[in-house]
């Protein structure tokens, strides 16, 4: 088990093993289904729903970058909405070549700590975009799968409503005084029966002390951060159903929330490159439970990735611009002093 451990922290080694499950599912998935019949289908892609999803996605983006700077107070960051929307945007271009979306954040890091150094500052700035977002997303996901008459059995509902209500309650201590007694009355019981959690309890308090500092924002300015985070979701289920419009799946808008949903959690598991072959394989086995096809299901996923390589390469020119930019900069006072020995 050690030695697996430090397998895994090679970096070479785990972008190989990334690298082996996605050629292997992707392999896997390809084989088992009619291509001419999946090329055909991407062939006869829609391209106003597809045009729509487009905007959707960069509204999606826009929302983020406000959100983000209608939190960076506490941090004393002052990024423009503009900046954020680049550096966002610019962190989609690398999530395309990097293995996994974590080292994609950390661009996003790197170019938002960079200007004056506040390496902790923009870290716990993410985290907390991250957390809200993700459980924002959750929400919303779940919030869609109680109209699905398919999840019929009580027992699911019961599991949905029971997560719905754990995210109000994480948010509800989150905004009481009382969460960090709570947490340290936890910690203790389970640090006196399990002393080998010591160190990984010791990390989640200091990750919650950080986190804990966007109280200083007040009630009003959280809850309207929230509402933008769940608008931004909102606009990502309107982005997930006008690619399937436009890859002619006829499933109601709610089906088609909580399946992406379900998926883009999953496919944040860095288990494979940029999502590949783990996006594809989820979504052929849960859209197979209403009807769909595999090959449809998969020309669905593929039509997002090409929608996310589109956005990846407006990221890319912003980055190519910057990169220009640096350059000039640094080649701008060579030919100045240059110019002043001539004379």
């Given at each position: 088990m050690q030695t697996l451990k430090k397998a895994l922290k090679n970096?070479?080694?785990?972008?190989?093993?990334?690298?082996?499950?996605?050629i292997v599912v992707l392999i896997v998935l390809f084989k088992s289904i009619n291509l001419s019949s999946l090329v055909q289908i991407l062939r006869s892609v829609k391209i106003w729903p597809l045009l729509f999803s487009l905007l959707a996605t960069f509204l999606m983006r826009i929302l983020w970058a406000y959100q983000i700077s209608i939190t960076q107070e506490p941090m004393d960051m002052h990024f423009s909405i503009y900046a954020i929307f680049r550096i966002q945007l610019i962190a989609t271009f690398y999530s395309l070549v990097l293995p996994g979306?974590?080292?994609?954040?950390?661009?996003?890091?790197?170019?938002?700590?960079?200007?004056?150094?506040?390496?902790i500052e923009a870290g716990?700035?993410?985290?907390?975009f991250r957390l809200v977002q993700i459980s924002c997303l959750v929400f919303i996901g779940l919030v869609v799968a109680l109209w699905d008459q398919q999840i019929g059995a009580p027992e699911f509902r019961a599991l949905i409503i029971f997560g719905l209500s754990g995210i109000v309650i994480m948010w509800i201590l989150y905004f009481s005084n009382r969460v960090t007694g709570i947490f340290d009355f936890i910690a203790n019981k389970v640090k006196g029966n399990a002393s080998f959690l010591t160190s990984v309890f010791d990390n989640v308090e200091s990750l919650l002390n950080t986190i804990l500092k966007f109280r200083a924002l007040g009630i009003k300015r959280l809850l309207s951060v929230f509402g933008?985070?769940?608008?931004?979701?909102?606009?990502?289920?309107?982005y997930f159903f006008s690619i399937a419009r436009a890859v002619d799946i006829q499933l109601p808008f709610f089906v088609i929330g909580w399946i992406s949903t379900f998926?883009?959690?999953?496919?944040?598991?860095?288990i494979s490159i940029a999502g590949l072959g783990i996006r594809e394989a989820s979504y052929a086995?849960?859209?197979?439970?209403?009807g769909i096809s595999p090959e449809q299901a998969i020309s669905y996923s593929i039509t997002i990735f090409a929608v996310f390589i589109i956005v990846g390469l407006v990221g890319g020119l912003f980055e190519l611009?910057?990169?220009?930019?640096?350059w000039q900069r640094r080649n701008k006072p060579e030919k100045v002093h240059n110019k002043d020995i001539s004379n």
């Amino acid at each position: 088990m050690q030695t697996l451990k430090k397998a895994l922290k090679n970096p070479k080694l785990r972008i190989a093993l990334q690298l082996t499950v996605t050629i292997v599912v992707l392999i896997v998935l390809f084989k088992s289904i009619n291509l001419s019949s999946l090329v055909q289908i991407l062939r006869s892609v829609k391209i106003w729903p597809l045009l729509f999803s487009l905007l959707a996605t960069f509204l999606m983006r826009i929302l983020w970058a406000y959100q983000i700077s209608i939190t960076q107070e506490p941090m004393d960051m002052h990024f423009s909405i503009y900046a954020i929307f680049r550096i966002q945007l610019i962190a989609t271009f690398y999530s395309l070549v990097l293995p996994g979306d974590l080292l994609a954040g950390g661009v996003s890091w790197y170019k938002l700590s960079r200007p004056d150094r506040k390496y902790i500052e923009a870290g716990a700035l993410l985290i907390f975009f991250r957390l809200v977002q993700i459980s924002c997303l959750v929400f919303i996901g779940l919030v869609v799968a109680l109209w699905d008459q398919q999840i019929g059995a009580p027992e699911f509902r019961a599991l949905i409503i029971f997560g719905l209500s754990g995210i109000v309650i994480m948010w509800i201590l989150y905004f009481s005084n009382r969460v960090t007694g709570i947490f340290d009355f936890i910690a203790n019981k389970v640090k006196g029966n399990a002393s080998f959690l010591t160190s990984v309890f010791d990390n989640v308090e200091s990750l919650l002390n950080t986190i804990l500092k966007f109280r200083a924002l007040g009630i009003k300015r959280l809850l309207s951060v929230f509402g933008v985070s769940l608008t931004a979701q909102l606009l990502g289920l309107v982005y997930f159903f006008s690619i399937a419009r436009a890859v002619d799946i006829q499933l109601p808008f709610f089906v088609i929330g909580w399946i992406s949903t379900f998926v883009t959690i999953v496919q944040m598991i860095p288990i494979s490159i940029a999502g590949l072959g783990i996006r594809e394989a989820s979504y052929a086995v849960l859209l197979s439970e209403y009807g769909i096809s595999p090959e449809q299901a998969i020309s669905y996923s593929i039509t997002i990735f090409a929608v996310f390589i589109i956005v990846g390469l407006v990221g890319g020119l912003f980055e190519l611009s910057d990169i220009y930019r640096n350059w000039q900069r640094r080649n701008k006072p060579e030919k100045v002093h240059n110019k002043d020995i001539s004379n």
